[in-house]
């Protein structure tokens, strides 16, 4: 069942786009962060999105909010991915789906296309936006704004 407003995200972990492991307890429950699941490195609307979230990267971080991306793509992916468009926040590599099944996200276009919904959590850890969009930068100031409302 997909997680929705409301619900606690659950802890998880991963390989980062450094080869290090990343647990979800670092950092939910501590600060607002900003999920998001999109399907693929170095695609149109995925670069788009991703430097979307790059541009505005430093509002999140000046409202203390963090933004993690996450895909099916493997960490050397990723790195190449971050180093290409200069990205300043963490990608996760999820080549096995299980975060992306225990955050209920679904595939779109006939199960052809993984999902691409955004999480917005407040500091703890409580989900206060689902976005579930093929838009991909309407996600940015959708996120924006829900930040936003949970800490000023």
Do not use: W
């Not at 619900?7 to 390989?15: G, M, Q, R, W």
């Not at 699941?37 to 979230?53: E, I, L, M, R, V």
């Not at 276009?109 to 955004?118: A, D, E, I, N, Y």
Request: glycine share 6%; with cysteine.
């Amino acid at each position: 069942m997909a997680l929705q407003i409301g619900d606690k995200i659950p802890n998880f972990s991963a390989k980062d786009n450094n080869g290090n492991d990343f647990d979800s307890d670092s950092i939910i429950g501590k600060k607002p962060v900003v999920i998001y699941f999109y399907p693929k490195d170095n695609t149109p609307g995925c670069t788009a999105q991703a430097c979307s979230f790059r541009d505005q990267y430093e509002d999140f971080k000046d409202l203390g909010a963090e933004v993690i991306g996450i895909s099916s793509n493997s960490v050397a992916s990723h790195e190449k991915f971050i180093q290409k468009y200069k990205l300043p926040f963490i990608l996760l590599s999820d080549s096995d789906k299980k975060i992306r099944n225990l955050f209920g996200v679904k595939t779109n276009l006939f199960g052809l296309l993984p999902g691409r919904v955004t999480y917005v959590a407040d500091q703890n850890g409580i989900i206060q936006l689902v976005f579930d969009s093929l838009m991909a930068s309407s996600h940015i100031p959708k996120a924006l704004e829900i930040v936003k409302k949970i800490v000023l």
